[in-house]
């Protein structure tokens, strides 16, 4: 262990160690740490056994945990499928590697645990980090809220896995419509459903917008069944459990801008784009919305 | 032809990997990729002219990686989903065999033309989305540029009972290999998780009233291409003109002198822009 202690200076990295399972278990469920390195021979309670408890909770899932094996037990043993850790350390290893191996199993939890499990764009927390830092350097940029109309009849009459396809699609003609205005200043996140950001400099944002619902119009005809698109609607059951005629699904966007760092808060920003939003989505097919104040 | 030999032989030619491409296109597309003030319509028309990367970039975007397979049949819309980077990809991963400048030109030109016909009749008969047709018209041979790539002594064989017996090119594919091109499209289409309407376009031209669904995709195609070769454009592999099945007019609801209005644009628009144009 002391090994694993002079890895880090002290004011860096603080270890806390257990000598048995059962008693790290309780502090590891009560204060989840960053990383959990277990060793594979623990008394009471072996370290796989160890590692699956904390994995098998979904709350404690995201914790990436290493199991530290010895030379003496064969690596051919190991039932990887069984044991669910994010990564192992065979001991003797060199002090450079050991700390390479655990920073890395760090960072790859952190970039993980953040993105969307469907598109896997970066979510929230990368999303107000990116904003809040760029209020913070007081950088001019446009931020663009993204959501889908009528997306949800959609997904009721066709099933979540149609519905997925869509928000595959849509991510990805996001990311390529902002991905060709290339320069520093681009970024795209997916909240979750049916919701995304963008970020670009302010003076591109509105030819983007209109790519975006261009190439969005153009496609998504595709993704019906051949007589609701020759018909232009589709009929499904509305939140009363009525018939109810849906058109076909279309893009809501609404844009902010951060010029002269007149915002001081990523909740400003959400909130001025979200009453936005409203405006976006109550003019019928696809549309944008650009905030013109103070400009 | 025994069923065992049949799988064997389908296997071998799905086994394709790398479709040969033509350089002057790759070439093209490569420029205008590096130019940031080029629009994914110039690339996509240039794309188009391309049957095998038009191939490869439909397979590609249809793939279940995207998350959304059998769903885009237009280039256009490939290029928006698939993105520049991954169409640059694409284009240099492309091996350019010598073989389709050699021995396929002839087909190259047959297909754009038959494209262009499609296009043309698509917006004759009212249809939506008239470049899905002409896509569907640009493959509708591919499967003969997969025979001569995977089975390059079959399709001299092909071409021998072609010059010997002055039969058309399908009816010797299948005195050959047992099963004509159309065929092969259909596992192509298969195989790549292409839209079943494009599947349709490509394997049901010689037999368009037959297809259950989408029989009008086909029937476009079908009589796309007995137009272009009527009006000699391009080589398909024989130098027959295969019968217009009446009921596919009838189906397209088409009538004659229709049809010489599409006639009419089509060589309107080869002597404006010569045969590039009609595509996604």
């Not at chain 1, 277990?38 to 309670?45: A, M, N």
Request: hydrophobic letters at 40%.
């Amino acid at each position: 262990m002391a090994f694993f202690q002079s890895l880090w200076p002290p004011d860096q990295v603080e270890w806390t160690v257990f000598q048995r399972g059962p008693m790290a278990l309780e502090q590891v469920f009560n204060a989840p740490p960053d990383l959990l390195l277990v060793d594979d021979d623990l008394p009471q309670l072996s370290g796989p056994t160890l590692v699956n408890m904390v994995k098998s909770e979904n709350v404690y899932r995201q914790l990436p945990v290493v199991l530290c094996l010895t030379e003496e037990k064969p690596l051919e043993n190991m039932d990887f499928h069984a044991v669910e850790m994010d990564d192992f350390l065979v001991y003797p290893i060199s002090p450079l590697e050991a700390r390479s191996r655990l920073s890395l199993t760090l960072h790859r939890a952190s970039r993980e645990l953040d993105a969307n499990p469907l598109t896997k764009l970066p979510g929230n927390t990368s999303i107000i980090q990116r904003i809040q830092d760029l209020i913070d350097r007081k950088e001019p940029f446009a931020l663009a809220y993204v959501d889908l109309d009528h997306f949800k009849s959609f997904n009721d009459k066709y099933g979540f896995s149609r519905g997925d396809e869509v928000l595959m699609m849509a991510a990805r003609v996001i990311v390529n419509t902002i991905r060709s205005f290339a320069g520093k200043l681009t970024f795209v996140g997916h909240v979750g459903g049916d919701d995304f950001v963008f970020i670009l400099p302010p003076d591109t944002v509105e030819s983007a917008c209109q790519r975006i619902v261009e190439s969005f119009d153009g496609i998504v005809p595709h993704f019906y069944d051949q007589d609701d698109q020759e018909r232009g609607f589709i009929l499904s059951t509305d939140r009363k459990g009525n018939m109810q005629r849906f058109s076909m699904m279309s893009v809501s966007i609404a844009v902010i801008f951060n010029t002269d760092g007149r915002l001081k808060h990523f909740g400003e920003a959400s909130q001025i784009a979200m009453n936005l939003k409203k405006k976006a989505k109550s003019i019928p097919g696809s549309s944008y919305v650009l905030d013109r104040r103070q400009e | 032809m025994s069923e065992d030999l049949r799988t064997e032989r389908k296997g071998q030619l799905l086994a394709v990997k790398d479709l040969p491409t033509l350089p002057v296109v790759l070439e093209e597309v490569s420029k205008l990729l590096e130019d940031p003030n080029s629009s994914t319509q110039q690339i996509a028309k240039l794309i188009s002219r391309d049957q095998v990367l038009s191939a490869k970039v439909l397979k590609m975007v249809n793939s279940p990686i995207y998350g959304f397979p059998g769903r885009i049949s237009t280039i256009q819309h490939a290029l928006v989903l698939l993105g520049f980077n991954v169409i640059k990809g694409l284009i240099i991963s492309t091996s350019v065999f010598e073989l389709m400048t050699t021995s396929m030109v002839g087909l190259w030109e047959h297909s754009v033309g038959c494209a262009m016909a499609c296009n043309a009749i698509a917006r004759e008969a009212g249809f939506k989305d008239p470049e899905e047709y002409a896509v569907a018209g640009l493959l509708h041979d591919l499967g003969k540029v997969i025979v001569a790539l995977q089975m390059p002594t079959a399709k001299e064989e092909i071409d021998a009972v072609v010059r010997q017996e002055d039969v058309l090119y399908l009816d010797a594919e299948k005195k050959v290999l047992g099963f004509g091109h159309d065929r092969i499209n259909a596992w192509v289409a298969d195989h790549w998780n292409l839209p079943v309407n494009l599947k349709i376009g490509i394997s049901g031209h010689h037999r368009p009233v037959t297809a259950q669904h989408y029989p009008k995709m086909a029937c476009v195609v079908h009589v796309g291409d007995v137009l272009i070769r009527t009006l000699e454009i391009g080589s398909g592999g024989d130098d027959l003109v295969p019968r217009l099945d009446p009921e596919a007019l009838a189906l397209l609801q088409l009538d004659m002198s229709q049809l010489d209005k599409v006639l009419d644009v089509m060589l309107a628009e080869i002597e404006g822009d010569g045969l590039s144009m009609g595509l996604g």
